[in-house]
Structure formats: structure tokens, C-alpha cells
């Protein structure tokens, strides 16, 4: 099983900067996948950016050249500039252990808000 914890998030005014991270323990294997989607209200809950333990690296193209996913061990982070109001919403922390049913994993959410 695997827990995760968020922490990061808050309010940012448009254009500005914010990071959030994600640290996962529990029973997991080495080789695994790790990530952030978002859900604003009233519309589902949509792919961020993922990244592998090797390194692999997937981003949504509506974040791509703003948003930079990376991780150290089982932490990932998520780095998010030049935010925008459509960038609003829930983030949660992902992650898939490879062979385990209970994938996916997630964690409990942060609220992201940017307006001014």
C-alpha cells in the first residue's frame, strides 16, 4: 500500500510562481510512476504532468513550457509559473506501483487559485 502526503498550494496572483510536492511511502516497487492531475470545479479531473522513476518526463500540452514535474527517491514535485486563472483548481498527487490492484494511488488534494 502506499500513502501520500501533498503539501504546497494557495493562492497566487496571475503570472506568478508556486510549487507543490508530494511524498509517497508505504510498500511500493523502485520502478514506478508518479504525477499530478487537477480538477476544477465542474469538470473532470485532467492529466498535469507525470514522471517515471527513471526520469521520463509527460506533460499536458496546456501546461507545457510553465509547469516542470521532477522528483527525488519518492518525492515529486511540481513547479508552476506564469500561472493563469484557467490554471484553478485541485491538484492531487499520483501513483502507480506497477502489478499492484489498487492502483491507482492518490493523495488527499491541494487548492490552487490564482486570481488577482
Known amino acids: 500500500q502506499v500513502q501520500l502526503v501533498e503539501s504546497g498550494g494557495g493562492l497566487v496572483q496571475p503570472g506568478g510562481s508556486l510549487g507543490l510536492s508530494c511524498a509517497a511511502s508505504?510498500?511500493?516497487?523502485?520502478?514506478?510512476?508518479m504525477g499530478w492531475y487537477r480538477q476544477a470545479p465542474g469538470k473532470e479531473r485532467e492529466l498535469v504532468a507525470t514522471?517515471?522513476?527513471?526520469?521520463d518526463t509527460n506533460y499536458a500540452d496546456s501546461v507545457k513550457g510553465r509547469f516542470t514535474i521532477s522528483r527525488a527517491k519518492n518525492t515529486v514535485y511540481l513547479q508552476m509559473s506564469s500561472l493563469e486563472p484557467e490554471d484553478t483548481a485541485v491538484y492531487y498527487c499520483n501513483f502507480y506501483n506497477p502489478n499492484d490492484p489498487r492502483n491507482p494511488y492518490w493523495g488527499q488534494g491541494t487548492q490552487v487559485t490564482v486570481s488577482s
Open positions: 508505504g510498500s511500493f516497487l523502485r520502478i514506478n510512476t
Open positions: 514522471i517515471t522513476s527513471g526520469g
